[in-house]
């Protein structure tokens, strides 16, 4: 069933007080919301943040009209939480802060959708929704994300896992699109080293 369709049918539910529908979007969006709170906020605040967030979507939830997917609006409800915390903790985003972001990245080694034009010549899995299929790459790959900086994890969560468009990760972050494309190109060349290895020795 269309995401669309899905949606409406919990617009309806939730704006009639049905408190198990409610429980059900969570266990649909907690995880994509966790994420965009951790790519604003960080991970110390990441799960108060996203508390917050369901409360003010539940007391929201009536004024919803439609303007715009409901996942949308909830990731802007999170990313509006994010960074109220970050304004009350005196703490600033780093995300924009690229160097030589001019020189750094060829733009034609993009397509539209923001991948590689032609993939790295090594990976044999050429796609990240392949990679994370494969359990023990998936825990290399997991790995090289805790030690990666702050915004090219959030960069690369938000769009190779949870497949989040270009133009909403540079609304959510509060960056250019450009930006968005140089730091996940930047986390990507990381991870790419993890995975060479990966297929040459079958280690991490």
């Keep these: 069933m269309p995401q669309s369709v899905i949606d409406q ?3 309806e539910r939730l704006q009639a007080g049905d408190n198990s529908a409610f ?3 969570i266990s649909i969006y907690h995880s994509k919301l ?3 709170a951790r ?3 960080g991970d110390v605040f990441a799960e108060d943040v996203t508390q917050e967030a369901w409360a003010s979507i539940y007391k929201a939830i009536g004024k919803f009209e439609g303007r715009s997917s409901l996942s949308t609006w ?7 939480e994010a960074k109220s915390r970050l304004r009350r903790e005196k703490r600033h985003s780093s995300y924009g802060d690229i160097d030589d972001i001019q020189t ?7 397509d539209s ?3 590689w034009s032609s993939p790295p010549s090594r990976w044999e899995i050429n796609t990240p929704e392949l990679m994370l299929q494969e359990d023990q790459l998936r825990r290399c790959i997991e790995h090289t994300l805790t030690i990666l900086p702050e915004n090219q994890k959030a960069v690369f969560l938000l769009r190779d896992v949870e497949q989040t468009e270009l133009n909403d990760i540079a609304e959510i972050l509060a960056i250019s699109e450009a930006n968005v494309r140089v730091i996940l190109h930047r986390a990507r060349l990381k991870l790419m080293a993890v995975i060479n290895h990966y297929q040459e020795t079958g280690e991490c």
């Design 74 to 80: 909830m990731i802007q409800i999170v990313s509006n």
């Design 104 to 110: 750094s990245v060829d733009p034609a080694n993009f």
């Design 9 to 11: 049918q919990f617009i």
């Design 113 to 115: 959708s923001g991948h």
């Design 23 to 25: 429980k059900t979007l």
């Design 39 to 41: 790519a604003i906020a």
């Design 34 to 36: 966790l994420i965009v």
